[in-house]
């Protein structure tokens, strides 16, 4: 059913004024809020009640606010309750009627996305509409409409989904509310107790299932949620700024958007590791290794007896007691922080009932006054002393002594020089750490102190994490669950995933389901039976993708290895005279090279992070998650000689594609 059947022009008509009416009721929503604000700041509460009521009807209004135009509703459900709208946040009048339009979160949603015409769910009819490309909201952008008679067993394939999902991609990525498949949203609402791995094939819509996923658990478990919090990592700014505003659109506003570098940044990375060093420091031996050298500061052996004076009087504890007290909560294994305190506490506590035998319990400001007195804070820095990550880290790998004993059995003699500076600072102050180095110092800050977790962390491209690295995830999130996300055939880090059971060991949660996606909806089939040849190629143990779309186009442009320059500004041209954004996407090395001809051609290509330009010139290493309509991907062998795991490196290349690929190359394809 469209807007051209004049018959039904009507029906057509009466959606835009029941949107029109939406719009009414949204903007009398967004006016409330604000009056809510001001109301809740004469509220007669007490100071911390009231700043509660405060701080959630701001942010209410915030985001309602702060909302992107756009139309109200993709869809409705007719059965015998009458007809549902669904959109993407609720929409109503009033808060006791009826609502205009359902969020697609609610329960009642569900059926829109998984009703069919063997199982219909109580739905007579699924109506899909069509919107124009861009639509800012206006009711006349609604042209057209498609009607699903599931009650009748009609099955049919939507042209609307297909042209929302093949429409051309400029700017950031957009939310998949309209057109979530049967699969993704039985993972989008999954229980938030319940960790997920999700092993997508290119363009199978992994990383918004995760965003889905995100806006379904805070609407569905805000307090719990929102008490411990959410957070979205990602492996790159660039990537943060392309899916920014899929959780706004969704009407969810305030996650924090981060990248694990940022999360664990200590110190700002001045230095640089060798290959060998930065492949040991993200190896999981080392949780031990930093375990040990952190643990080798607490010694009670020689410390002695402890003395405590007490006006006129001494209280003492005997050498073996003091030793037990270290021993036993040793093996407790608190936090080494914890642990120095519990020392302390438990020396008090032999005082206290020497002092109950002789003169009865005694006051609080005794017991204060001797957690305090000089003698017993002496003896807990001696036996237990204060630890700071950055002076543990520094000893460690500036000392070959002191990393002898820790690495003991667990690194070999060539792993340990490779760890050692070559030049060890003065001390940790002056030295340059790492982005390595700055993963050790948050294991030791986390056997220190266990950092505050989250209610729910969603985990991109997590096949390119290291073990020391889903470790620092895995604290933040010990009792709170996880979505991972990602796909082992674009693994391009040294320490890159083979098999997620691994991975979900290291981050704590080894017994998430592994969920396949398999079924593109972006990449082109054409694209993605090229990117499978290369599949076969690769050292992981993956399904081959297979794709819904029988359109798009491959194209190989053959050259002299001296004519690509060239030949990429003819491939360049040939794709800027169709619709569509265009990445070119060549080896770091060769990104220099390649703008001089572009700009020598007049074609002004923009970098990655310019995520709205019509032209784009990216290097390989940070295209991973990025999608363009017409990829003109440069000289596949450079790109697969550039790095250890350049042939994973190219796998992405090519997947990035959502409509047109165009390979240039002077030399062979290296598969």
Not at 160 to 185: K, S, Y
Not at 249 to 256: A, F, K, N
Not at 435 to 456: N, S, W
Not at 569 to 587: I, M, T
Request: aromatic share 4%; with cysteine.
């Amino acid at each position: 059913m469209t807007s051209t059947e004049p018959a039904l022009q009507h029906v057509l008509d009466r959606e835009r004024v029941h949107h029109e009416r939406c719009r009414a009721a949204l903007a009398a929503m967004v006016e409330g809020a604000g009056e809510q604000v001001v109301i809740g700041e004469d509220v007669s509460a007490s100071g911390a009640d009231a700043e509660v009521l405060g701080y959630r009807l701001r942010s209410q209004a915030k985001a309602l606010r702060e909302l992107p135009e756009g139309p109200l509703f993709f869809g409705a459900l007719q059965g015998e309750d009458g007809q549902l709208h669904i959109g993407r946040l609720r929409i109503s009048e009033h808060p006791a009627e009826p609502p205009l339009v359902v969020d697609w979160r609610a329960p009642v949603s569900r059926a829109f996305y998984q009703a069919t015409a063997r199982d219909p769910q109580g739905v007579a009819v699924r109506r899909r509409f069509g919107w124009a490309p861009g639509s800012r909201g206006d009711s006349a952008d609604l042209t057209g409409l498609e009607d699903e008679h599931l009650g009748q067993g009609e099955a049919r394939t939507s042209e609307i989904v297909a042209r929302e999902i093949e429409r051309p991609r400029v700017g950031p990525m957009r939310d998949i509310a309209a057109t979530i498949q049967p699969e993704q949203d039985d993972l989008v609402r999954g229980d938030l107790a319940v960790s997920v791995c999700v092993q997508g094939a290119p363009g199978t819509g992994k990383t918004a299932v995760g965003l889905h996923r995100a806006a379904y658990l805070l609407y569905t478990h805000p307090q719990r949620i929102r008490r411990g919090g959410l957070l979205i990592l990602g492996p790159n700014r660039t990537f943060l700024s392309y899916i920014a505003e899929v959780l706004p659109s969704l009407g969810e506003t305030g996650v924090r958007q981060s990248t694990l570098a940022e999360e664990i940044a200590r110190h700002p990375v001045r230095g640089r590791d060798e290959p060998a060093a930065a492949v040991v420091k993200h190896d999981a031996r080392m949780a031990e290794v930093l375990r040990r050298a952190l643990y080798a500061r607490v010694r009670a052996e020689g410390a002695g007896s402890l003395a405590v004076p007490d006006g006129s009087y001494r209280w003492r504890v005997p050498a073996q007691t003091l030793a037990r007290i270290v021993a036993d909560v040793r093996e407790e294994e608190p936090p080494y922080g914890v642990g120095r305190e519990r020392v302390r506490a438990r020396i008090v506590r032999c005082l206290r009932e020497q002092a109950e035998r002789r003169a009865g319990p005694p006051p609080n400001a005794w017991v204060r006054r001797i957690e305090r007195a000089r003698p017993v804070s002496a003896y807990v820095d001696a036996v237990w002393p204060r630890a700071r990550p950055e002076e543990v880290v520094a000893g460690l790998l500036g000392d070959p002594g002191v990393l002898a004993e820790a690495a003991d059995g667990l690194l070999d003699s060539a792993e340990q020089r490779a760890l050692l500076w070559r030049k060890p600072p003065r001390s940790w102050k002056s030295a340059r750490w790492s982005a390595a180095d700055l993963v050790l110092l948050d294991e030791v800050a986390g056997l220190v102190e266990h950092p505050e977790g989250y209610g729910h962390v969603v985990v991109d491209e997590a096949q390119d994490l290291s073990p020391m690295e889903c470790r620092a995830i895995a604290r933040r999130a010990p009792f709170g669950s996880l979505t991972v996300l990602g796909d082992l055939a674009q693994g391009t880090t040294p320490w890159a995933a083979r098999s997620w059971r691994t991975v979900l060991a290291h981050l704590g949660k080894p017994d998430a389901a592994v969920v396949e996606l398999t079924t593109g909806f972006r990449v082109p089939r054409a694209v993605v039976a090229l990117a499978n040849r290369l599949l076969e190629r690769l050292d992981v143990d993956v399904p081959a993708a297979r794709s819904l779309r029988g359109d798009g186009e491959l194209r190989m442009r053959e050259t002299a290895p001296d004519g690509v320059s060239g030949a990429v500004v003819e491939a360049v041209r040939d794709a800027l005279r169709r619709e569509g954004s265009v990445g070119v996407v060549a080896a770091d090395a060769d990104v220099p090279r390649l703008r001089a001809a572009l700009d020598a051609a007049g074609l002004d290509a923009a970098g990655p992070e310019e995520l709205g330009a019509r032209l784009s010139l990216v290097p390989a290493s940070v295209v991973k998650g990025l999608e363009y309509d017409h990829v003109v991907a440069v000289e596949p062998a450079t790109i697969a000689e550039a790095e250890e795991r350049g042939l994973h490196r190219l796998y992405v290349v090519l997947t990035r594609a959502v409509s047109r690929l165009e390979v240039v190359r002077g030399r062979p394809l290296p598969f």
